[in-house]
């Protein structure tokens, strides 16, 4: 029969007391059996440990070979190649605007990437290029590009004979188009409506302003279709072709104007 040892536990609240019985060997090995769950709960965290390290082990390997696998795929050359190229075609944007009397967008660090790029630079200068890019297409938004109606030119910026009859020239600002009464007439760019009425020998006319000190006049319409401080968007639609002011017939007179200096809207019909 096993030995029990009695253990009396008194409750000093005055409560009833409680006995408990041991098995005597419990007490007398105590140590032993402390060691042997002690041993039992670090063989038991080893085991943990071993089974968490090569999980996380297979999942970095696994994402080792991806990255190894994206890598070989990636040609460095071809980045730098393309990377080139964009910096180049804003060099001929640049060119561009410059011959449209307009500033250059500035782009730190263009020109050529250099040799040094590694595969870990990518996104950055992935990042760099789409910020600049968005810049340009921010600017060529508010710069006039395009013709402001269907019709062909009729006649084009600089000395002219003299449309009402005379053998004396005269300086046309503008360039004119081919139209008929009604013929819709657009903006060329985004800007802000600054004049809508009659003016002088332009008849009814449409002024815009943009940004990059730039101004476009649409000239001789028949309607207006805007308001002064009204907000325009490129392509669309503020007046209709006419035949109002000084004009021997429907068409539209179009002026780019730059600081203040009307300027050859030629030069803005294409980048």
């Known amino acids: 029969m096993q030995k029990k040892t009695t253990i009396l536990l008194i409750n000093k609240k005055g409560k009833e007391n409680k006995i408990i019985q041991i098995p005597s060997g419990i007490i007398l090995h105590w140590r032993k059996y402390l060691l042997l769950i002690n041993c039992l709960i670090i063989l038991l965290l080893a085991i943990i440990g071993i089974y968490i390290y090569q999980k996380t082990s297979e999942h970095y390997i696994d994402k080792l070979a991806r990255a190894n696998i994206i890598k070989n795929q990636i040609d460095l050359v071809k980045v730098k190649q393309s990377l080139n190229s964009i910096d180049e075609n804003i060099h001929k944007i640049n060119k561009s605007l410059n011959a449209r009397g307009l500033e250059s967008i500035t782009i730190e660090n263009a020109g ?52 009402f009859g005379g053998l004396r020239s ?102």
């Open 112 to 163: 050529g990437i250099g040799d040094n790029i590694e595969i870990t630079d990518i996104n950055n200068i992935a990042e760099f290029y789409a910020n600049k890019i968005k810049e340009i297409k921010n600017t060529l938004i508010v710069t006039p590009l395009g013709k402001p109606t269907h019709g062909n030119i009729s006649s084009l910026f600089g000395n002219r004979m003299n449309p």
């Open 170 to 271: 005269e300086k046309h600002v503008g360039i004119d188009f081919k139209g008929k009464i009604g013929d819709p007439v657009k903006s060329t760019a985004k800007g802000i409506v600054i004049f809508t009425g009659v003016k002088g020998s332009y008849g009814k006319c449409i002024i815009i302003k943009h940004n990059n000190y730039l101004q476009t006049l649409y000239a001789h319409l028949s309607n207006s279709k805007v308001k002064v401080n009204q907000k325009i968007k490129a392509g669309e639609i503020i007046g209709t072709v006419g035949n109002s002011g000084r004009s021997t017939g429907p068409h539209l007179h179009y002026e780019v104007i730059h600081n203040d200096k009307k300027i050859d809207p030629k030069l803005f019909l294409k980048l």
